[in-house]
């Protein structure tokens, strides 16, 4: 029975840690997804860096769960973890866009 708690734990860790800021991951989410969509790497990039000072911050990402109910843990580099998950998103993004950039010179220079 502990280790089937255990896993319920650890499972739902993630969800209450998405949970806390969702209105502000959503926009952000939101306009990277469309940024995306359109090809558009580097206003994606400029949001996930968004997302990643939100993080930082705690204003996203950085709640807990205790018996008394949820608990926001706002402060200077409380959501380092996510924080560093965005800028590697940030990262992709860059590296698409300078990818994406290539393929279209390949292209012009064949036709």
């Keep these: 029975m502990r280790a089937l708690l255990s896993t319920a734990a650890f499972l739902c860790l993630p969800l209450v840690a998405l949970s806390q ?3 502000v991951t959503s926009m952000v989410w ?3 997804s ?3 969509i359109d090809r558009r790497f580097r206003p994606a990039m ?3 860096v968004i997302g990643a000072v939100a993080a930082f911050f705690g204003f996203v990402h950085a709640g807990s769960i205790t018996p008394a109910g949820g608990l926001y843990d706002i402060g200077f580099g409380t959501g380092t973890r996510w924080a560093v998950g965005y800028l590697m998103c940030a990262a992709f993004f860059l590296a698409m866009e ?3 950039g290539t393929k279209e010179e390949g292209q012009k220079t064949k036709d």
């Design 30 to 32: 939101s306009a990277m």
């Design 98 to 100: 300078a990818w994406a």
């Design 34 to 36: 469309a940024h995306l």
């Design 21 to 23: 800021g969702f209105m």
């Design 46 to 48: 400029w949001w996930a």
